[in-house]
């Protein structure tokens, strides 16, 4: 499992900084209290409870990247879809709006998952401080390009599954089954074996007590997004009969899920005791991420 446990601002902000960014200090940047904004639109006490303030340095394909303008730590906001945003004018805006060398103020929970750089999904509220200009970003250029390096146009999109337990909000890199992908000149294909064919322990696992929404965030924008599942205990039973997991064909009894699409990104219900595939399509191609889903008390 590659999941992301969660933390406070401060203990996420101190890890990126010893992680590998720049001018860190190891106070926290984020202070209590809740804007008279955030009391206006009834935003709860937790949702509102830590405030920040940062600099836009990329609002580009890649999505939005924010560096906090007391310890110069980088992080990514999770879906804004649900946030309040407002512009210098007081009006509302939506996240395509914030741009680059925009001074924003942040409101939210305070949790951030511990990443490189860190990801701060809780945000509830944004408001444009200063509209500034790009170049008042260029000095962190540099960083950006070491937070997000050039990507390999051969490479199929990075998947990972978001969801949020009573505990902490939870990251899983999805495992990438099967692609076949445009580079630019030729299309190529990987891992042709289905996503019943792999054991469960091969696979990326979410642990929940009970059904759940999740988030399937994707580095690339998808078309289009199709979703199967198989009950675990079936295919362990049609995997003893055949031989092993590596026998098993994809024709295996499944169901399929119903996922709602927004933004290039999907949502869907996920339960423990089943194994997902994900068909994604892209511009470029078309690639099967999957995963199981276990119940940590009946695994313990």
């Not at 299309?187 to 091969?202: F, S």
Request: aromatic share 6%.
């Amino acid at each position: 499992m590659t999941a992301r446990s969660t933390a406070r601002i401060g203990a996420a902000l101190a890890l990126a900084c010893l992680i590998g960014a720049t001018g860190c200090s190891a106070a926290a940047p984020a202070t209590s209290g809740s804007g008279t904004a955030s009391a206006a639109r009834n935003i709860s006490e937790e949702d509102a409870m830590f405030e920040s303030e940062a600099l836009v340095i990329a609002s580009d394909e890649a999505g939005l990247l924010f560096v906090d303008t007391e310890t110069e730590t980088p992080y990514t906001p999770g879906d804004l879809a649900q946030a309040r945003i407002v512009g210098t004018d007081g009006e509302e805006i939506s996240a395509s709006d914030l741009a680059r060398g925009n001074l924003v103020r942040v409101v939210g929970n305070g949790i951030m998952l511990e990443s490189y750089p860190a990801q701060y999904p809780g945000i509830s509220e944004v408001e444009v401080l200063k509209t500034g200009s790009a170049a008042d970003a260029d000095p962190y250029n540099e960083l950006v390009a070491r937070v997000r390096p050039t990507k390999d146009p051969a490479e199929p999109p990075y998947a990972a599954l978001s969801y949020r337990t009573d505990d902490a909000v939870v990251t899983v890199a999805l495992t990438l089954v099967s692609s076949t992908w445009q580079d630019g000149e030729d299309a190529t294909g990987e891992r042709p074996a289905p996503a019943v064919a792999l054991a469960p322990d091969a696979l990326a696992d979410a642990r929940i007590p009970h059904a759940l929404e999740a988030t399937v965030e994707l580095d690339t924008p998808a078309t289009a997004v199709r979703a199967v599942r198989w009950n675990e205990s079936d295919l362990a039973r049609a995997a003893e009969a055949a031989g092993g997991y590596t026998a098993l064909e994809e024709n295996q009894p499944n169901e399929e899920v119903a996922v709602s699409t927004a933004d290039g990104a999907a949502s869907l219900t996920i339960e423990p005791g089943w194994r997902y595939a994900l068909t994604v399509e892209f511009a470029d191609g078309e690639v099967t991420y999957a995963f199981t889903v276990v119940d940590p008390g009946a695994a313990a």
